[in-house]
Structure formats: C-alpha cells, structure tokens
C-alpha cells in the first residue's frame, strides 16, 4: 500500500486555465516536465452541453495507471487543487480534474486572492451559490458520464473501474457519481463533504442502495450532525458496501484546501493516509 509523504511546494500556477488557456497552459506544462517527474496537461472534454476544460496529471514513467476522477470544491479548479492531482499521480495514478463550472466560464472561475480568509468568504460565496445553484443533479448526472466516459478511454488510463474523489462540494459529486455507475466506480472518498444528507427525494444518501465502492468519508468537526451521520451510515450499511466516516479531530470545513485559512496540517495528513489506502486496496494498480 502506497504511503503519504510530504513533497516540496511546486512553482506558483499561472492564472488562465479553460478553452481559452488551453495552447498557453500545455506549453507551461510541457516546460515543467523538465524539471518534474509527473506530467501534467490541460484538456478540454466534450459534454453534452460543451466542452470542459480540465487538467490531468498522471506518472511520467509510461505505462497505464489506475484512474482517479478528482471533483474540486466549492471555489473550483486552482493551483491547489492541481498541486493535490499531481501528489497524488506521484503516487501512481492517473488524476482528472474537471471544471464543473465550465458552462459559465473556464477555470479558474472565481477571481481568488492568493489566500483565501474568514473575511473574503461573503463575496466569494455570493458568487459562488448561484453558479451551485444552477449546478443540477441532472447536469451532476450528465456530466458523470461524459467525465468517466474521456477518463477511461485515455491511453495512459488501465482498464477497469475508477475512483471519485472530492472536496466539499466535489464530495457530492463524486458521490453522486459512483451511485450512477456503480459498475465502473470502485472506490468514493469525500472530504469535508458537502450536503450527502437532505430531505429532497434525490438527496445523495437515498441512492446509496445502488453503490458498491468502498467508501472514506473524512469529516470536519460539524460537517454533519450525528443524525445525518446515523442516518448515511445506515444506508451504507444497508447496500452492504465497506465504508469509513470518520471525524477529524480539531478541523473545521476545507482543511485539506492549503490556500485557505481553513487548511489543518494534521488534518491533511490524514486525509492523506486515509485516501492512499482506499486507492490502494480499491484499484488495480
């Protein structure tokens, strides 16, 4: 089983990723295989409704690698989120992060400070909400399927079922995800999970019954109340599948995100460990 280590920072990012930035970003990252051993690029994969841009990173020694479907959170694709795609091809996956905003605009697609406080929330969030709000389960659902479909058929990808991970918002997502596929989803993990339990008829815990990856949900303290985390337990329980909801002690909402005020070191070493061990009892390597 594959081991969490910490890597040096990597250089800052430049600002322009989308159908817009896709010339100017692959020449970036054809610059920084020279002096990094994981390959990363930007693509742009056709939907329904257009084409997603997305970045992918994946190891630099040949060969076709596990596949690992990579929901951002609630800010969306950024240098942070591509860093933790390229730790996590470090560890020999084939990592794809999608923009699930691509119908507004390309990633990145917020205008983010550098670091995100406590005091830059509100306005971020007022931009943020309507473009969750207009975010469907059908447009999730649609979605899905065109990102699973493009992660499987590239050439660096082994056959075989995949994993969805995400991030807040991108837990649900990839929740959702693996309850619609369950035949090519073997593992889910979610950290600081968005709303997996609500009282609507397509909440997230009510298609559980179709599920058959295993599962680490890694929460912060009070991302869920102990009834919502009873009641998700019971619908794990009752599909059968193997499944881990765990609190993390001392953390609050976003603590993996390194570019907030949110970022819990010991936390995100956790998640870490946690995560590689799913992969690696999960997926084929």
Request: glycine share 8%; with cysteine.
């Amino acid at each position: 089983m594959p081991s969490w280590r910490p890597r040096s920072p990597r250089p800052g990012w430049p600002i322009g990723c989308g159908r817009a930035g896709l010339d100017r970003l692959r020449s970036r990252y054809v610059d920084e295989k020279a002096s990094t051993a994981i390959p990363s690029t930007a693509l742009s994969i056709p939907t329904p409704d257009g084409q997603s841009d997305a970045f992918a990173a994946y190891p630099g020694e040949g060969g076709t690698h596990p596949g690992v479907l990579l929901y951002p959170d609630a800010f969306g694709p950024r240098p942070v989120l591509w860093d933790m795609a390229r730790e996590l091809a470090d560890h020999g996956y084939y990592v794809l992060v999608p923009n699930v905003f691509y119908r507004h605009r390309p990633a990145p697609v917020f205008d983010l400070p550098e670091h995100i406080t406590a005091e830059h929330r509100p306005e971020l969030f007022g931009q943020i909400m309507p473009l969750i709000e207009a975010h469907t389960t059908e447009r999730v659902l649609s979605d899905a399927r065109a990102y699973l479909d493009f992660l499987t058929a590239r050439p660096e990808v082994a056959a075989g079922p995949v994993a969805t991970i995400g991030y807040c918002l991108g837990a649900v997502l990839a929740m959702r995800t693996a309850t619609a596929h369950p035949d090519r989803v073997a593992a889910v993990a979610g950290f600081h999970p968005g709303a997996l339990v609500t009282d609507q008829p397509d909440s997230p815990h009510r298609q559980i019954p179709r599920l058959t990856a295993k599962v680490h949900l890694g929460l912060a303290e009070g991302d869920m109340t102990p009834e919502a985390i009873a009641e998700i337990s019971r619908a794990f329980d009752a599909a059968g599948v193997e499944y881990s909801c765990e609190i993390y002690p001392g953390t609050v909402h976003g603590y993996t995100m390194s570019d907030t005020d949110a970022f819990d070191a010991d936390g995100s070493r956790r998640h870490w460990e946690r995560l590689l061990a799913l992969l690696g009892s999960s997926l084929e390597s």
